[in-house]
């Protein structure tokens, strides 16, 4: 009886030799016993898993690219490429500190040109001197370029019937920067007598003495005059004397002396800067201060 089938349970294992298999099974077989790797494109991407590539299996590159970046480059191969952070633009730092370091021992010159605002308690040293050659619209004239004074404290006096003679120690000196100018002298005095005292200002220079701002309208040229006697309060009491003059007619830029001058009348002794009744006495014994003051007014 011949067989017709033979079922997979009925043949023993490994007993089916390479003699008992079809020609077309052994040339298939050999051919796949002879590949040694995949063939091109036998691997696509969709063939491998997400996270499966491992460091190692990444081109490790030479001393040439080391510690460069692979860089992406819009389809073509990727390159090794380094970062390059000198031209780095401050609106990419977009957070945390840049270390001390960093920065050059000296830093360059900064303009405050667009700071405003700042707080005063934030300003420290010395700020530059302030020109002011640069102010336009300012109102001409006027301005009080210099200040001279002398202060008289000490107790002076003159006795009898005299001509004009200085007060001593009641002048100022004073050099104007311009003939243009003007020169406003104040005088301020503490005067005692018992008679009769006139006063005058005078000006000095290189040149020529002269006196200034007085008047004639009385017998005497002076700008004041006094009168006191032992049984009236010139006498026991101190006269303020105030008077002020703009002298306009500067010849010279030479220095300028501005001297107050006295005169008595009458027979009598009077005094500057005390009483004429007592120097030391318990009462009606005062003492006072005298001044001269010049200031040079710009044309």
Same mark, same amino acid.
């Given at each position: 009886?011949?067989? *017709?089938?033979?079922?997979?349970?009925?043949?023993?294992?490994? +007993?089916?030799?390479?003699?008992?298999?079809?020609?077309?099974?052994?040339?298939?077989? +050999?051919?796949?016993?002879?590949? *040694?790797?995949?063939?091109?494109?036998?691997?696509?991407?969709?063939?491998?898993?997400?996270?499966?590539?491992?460091?190692?299996?990444?081109?490790?590159?030479?001393?040439?690219? /080391?510690?460069?970046?692979?860089?992406?480059?819009?389809?073509?191969?990727?390159?090794?490429?380094?970062?390059?952070?000198?031209?780095?633009?401050?609106?990419?730092?977009?957070?945390?500190?840049?270390?001390?370091?960093? &920065?050059?021992?000296?830093?360059?010159?900064?303009?405050?040109?667009?700071?405003?605002?700042?707080?005063?308690?934030?300003?420290?040293?010395?700020?530059?001197?302030?020109?002011?050659?640069?102010?336009?619209?300012?109102?001409?004239?006027?301005?009080?370029?210099?200040?001279?004074?002398?202060?008289?404290?000490? +107790?002076?006096?003159?006795?009898?019937?005299?001509?004009?003679?200085?007060?001593?120690?009641?002048?100022? /000196?004073?050099?104007?920067?311009?003939?243009?100018?003007?020169?406003?002298?104040?005088?301020?005095?503490?005067?005692?007598?018992?008679?009769?005292?006139? &006063?005058?200002?005078?000006?000095?220079?290189?040149?020529?003495?002269?006196?200034?701002?007085?008047?004639?309208?009385?017998?005497?040229?002076? &700008?004041?005059?006094?009168?006191?006697?032992?049984?009236?309060?010139?006498?026991?009491?101190?006269?303020?004397?105030?008077?002020? &003059?703009?002298?306009?007619?500067?010849?010279?830029? /030479?220095?300028?002396?501005?001297?107050?001058?006295?005169?008595?009348?009458?027979?009598?002794?009077?005094?500057?800067?005390?009483?004429?009744?007592?120097?030391?006495? *318990?009462?009606?014994?005062?003492?006072?201060?005298?001044?001269? *003051?010049?200031?040079?007014?710009?044309?």
């Amino acid at each position: 009886m011949a067989l *017709t089938k033979i079922i997979t349970d009925g043949i023993t294992d490994d +007993a089916v030799t390479e003699a008992k298999l079809a020609n077309a099974i052994n040339t298939a077989r +050999a051919a796949n016993t002879a590949k *040694t790797g995949l063939g091109t494109n036998a691997v696509q991407t969709s063939h491998i898993a997400d996270e499966q590539i491992t460091l190692a299996k990444l081109e490790h590159g030479t001393s040439s690219n /080391d510690g460069k970046f692979l860089r992406a480059n819009n389809g073509a191969d990727p390159t090794f490429e380094t970062i390059d952070l000198t031209a780095l633009s401050a609106t990419n730092l977009t957070s945390g500190t840049v270390p001390d370091a960093r &920065f050059p021992a000296t830093l360059p010159a900064a303009s405050a040109a667009n700071l405003t605002s700042i707080p005063a308690a934030n300003i420290t040293g010395t700020l530059p001197a302030i020109s002011g050659a640069n102010l336009t619209n300012l109102p001409g004239g006027g301005k009080i370029l210099q200040v001279k004074q002398t202060k008289l404290t000490s +107790a002076v006096s003159i006795t009898g019937v005299t001509s004009y003679t200085n007060i001593s120690g009641l002048s100022v /000196d004073i050099t104007p920067a311009s003939t243009n100018n003007k020169i406003l002298v104040l005088v301020q005095m503490q005067v005692s007598n018992g008679g009769e005292t006139v &006063f005058k200002l005078q000006k000095s220079t290189s040149a020529a003495t002269t006196d200034i701002g007085n008047s004639t309208a009385g017998a005497y040229t002076s &700008f004041f005059g006094i009168f006191g006697s032992t049984a009236r309060s010139g006498y026991y009491d101190l006269e303020s004397v105030a008077f002020n &003059f703009l002298e306009d007619d500067l010849q010279s830029t /030479d220095q300028h002396t501005f001297k107050v001058q006295w005169s008595n009348i009458t027979n009598i002794t009077a005094y500057l800067n005390r009483t004429a009744y007592s120097a030391t006495g *318990t009462h009606y014994s005062y003492s006072g201060a005298s001044s001269i *003051t010049v200031m040079e007014v710009s044309a």
